[in-house]
């Protein structure tokens, strides 16, 4: 089992960055991939970033392709999603996710193939 904790939202302006972070317990990050995804209420939970078991593979939603970085820190258990020009659009709340993977490399962009969930930060971007 494994816990995530996620934290480092808040409200910011339009054009302004944000740094999410996301901390696991109860076990390493080893053999897991980590993504990150967002919720607007009234709207189903869309993907945003993925980063594989060894970090070497990374994929983005096209809505935050150039805009984000996710990188992850094995050694400190912390996952990052670090958010640039953010927009109106992007006010959502994010949750951290994990999934077992036995491949270095594999990651996913689908919810449901994740095992484990954070209780998610909320993110809200001003006009």
């Known amino acids: 089992q494994v816990q995530l904790v996620e934290s480092g939202g808040g409200l910011v302006q339009a054009g302004g960055s944000l740094r999410l972070s996301c901390a696991a317990s109860?076990?390493?990050?080893?053999?897991?991939?980590m993504g990150w995804f967002r919720q607007v209420p009234g709207k189903e939970r869309e993907f945003v970033a993925v980063?594989?078991?060894?970090?070497?593979?990374?994929y983005y939603a096209d809505f935050v392709q150039g805009r984000s970085t996710i990188s992850r820190d094995n050694g400190k258990n912390t996952v990052y999603l670090q958010m640039n020009s953010l927009k109106p659009e992007d006010t959502a709340v994010y949750y951290c996710?994990?999934?077992?993977?036995?491949?270095?490399?594999?990651?996913?962009?689908?919810?449901?193939?994740?095992?484990?969930w954070g209780q998610g930060t909320q993110v809200t971007v001003s006009s």
């Open positions: 996710a994990a999934r077992e993977v036995h491949s270095r490399s594999y990651y996913s962009a689908q919810g449901r193939e994740y095992d484990y």
């Open positions: 109860g076990r390493t990050l080893n053999r897991l991939g």
């Open positions: 980063i594989s078991w060894s970090g070497d593979n990374t």
